[in-house]
């Protein structure tokens, strides 16, 4: 399974969300590439089954000016049904936080982009440990989503997850199974 990355990062937040994300699709083993989003190509998403594409936010009426172009770009490529998974981080105390990340949904959404109904938001102030496990999480969930990988092992993994007292062991046999990367 092919994955693409891109972000666009200014203090440093989205850019750690993404190298977790990586980490997380390298230990299930995709074959990942990541890059800033200001220097892709729109058209090389093609080459790709799922990409995460993470934006900040520090204006919420626009996208980060380095995410601009790819804006841009997308009326031109076609990317119908192509697969992306969309996140960043924000100042979540907001009433509407990360809202680039919206922008940028409901243009993908136009352009026949299959855009993943889950979306991750974190805060800028979230600990490493809750962005990584989220990370994790929400790649996982997504290349779920992306791929044909059977459903089972996420719906365990996602109800043991959720109650305090396996949550674990749930971590344990979520290592143990990444022993066996699933293409
Ligand atoms: C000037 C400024 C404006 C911001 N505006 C927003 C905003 O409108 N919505 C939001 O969710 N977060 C806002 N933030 C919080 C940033 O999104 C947050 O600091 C985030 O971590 C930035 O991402 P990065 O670390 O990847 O650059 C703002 C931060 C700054 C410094």
Same mark, same amino acid.
Request: aromatic letters at 12%; hydrophobic letters at 40%; glycine letters at 6%.
């Given at each position: 399974?092919?994955?693409?990355?891109?972000?666009?990062?200014?203090?440093?937040?989205?850019?750690?969300?993404?190298?977790?994300?990586?980490?997380?699709?390298?230990?299930?083993?995709?074959?990942?590439?990541?890059?800033?989003?200001?220097?892709?190509?729109?058209?090389?998403?093609?080459?790709?089954?799922?990409?995460?594409?993470?934006?900040?936010?520090?204006?919420?009426?626009?996208?980060?000016?380095? %995410?601009?172009?790819?804006?841009?770009?997308? $009326? !031109? *490529?076609?990317?119908? =049904?192509? @697969?992306?998974?969309?996140?960043?981080?924000?100042?979540?105390?907001?009433?509407?936080?990360?809202?680039?990340?919206?922008?940028?949904?409901?243009?993908?959404?136009?352009?026949?982009?299959?855009?993943?109904?889950?979306?991750?938001?974190?805060?800028?102030?979230?600990?490493?440990?809750?962005? %990584?496990?989220?990370?994790?999480?929400?790649? $996982? !969930? *997504?290349?779920?989503? =992306?791929? @044909?990988?059977?459903?089972?092992?996420?719906?365990?993994?996602?109800?043991?997850?959720?109650?305090?007292?396996?949550?674990?062991?749930?971590?344990?046999?979520?290592?143990?199974?990444?022993?066996?990367?699933?293409?």
């Amino acid at each position: 399974m092919k994955v693409f990355i891109g972000y666009v990062s200014l203090s440093g937040n989205t850019e750690k969300m993404a190298v977790n994300i990586r980490n997380q699709m390298m230990a299930v083993g995709c074959e990942v590439y990541m890059e800033r989003l200001d220097t892709v190509e729109v058209d090389t998403l093609k080459e790709f089954d799922l990409a995460f594409i993470g934006l900040y936010t520090w204006n919420q009426e626009g996208l980060p000016y380095e %995410a601009n172009e790819f804006y841009e770009e997308l $009326d !031109q *490529a076609d990317l119908h =049904g192509m @697969k992306v998974a969309l996140f960043g981080a924000g100042d979540l105390s907001q009433p509407k936080p990360c809202g680039a990340i919206n922008i940028l949904s409901d243009k993908m959404k136009r352009c026949g982009v299959a855009v993943y109904s889950r979306v991750l938001k974190i805060d800028k102030e979230a600990p490493a440990y809750d962005m %990584a496990r989220k990370c994790e999480d929400f790649a $996982d !969930q *997504a290349l779920d989503w =992306g791929s @044909k990988r059977k459903k089972w092992r996420f719906l365990i993994w996602n109800r043991m997850q959720n109650n305090p007292k396996y949550q674990k062991t749930a971590y344990l046999i979520r290592r143990a199974l990444d022993d066996y990367p699933i293409k």
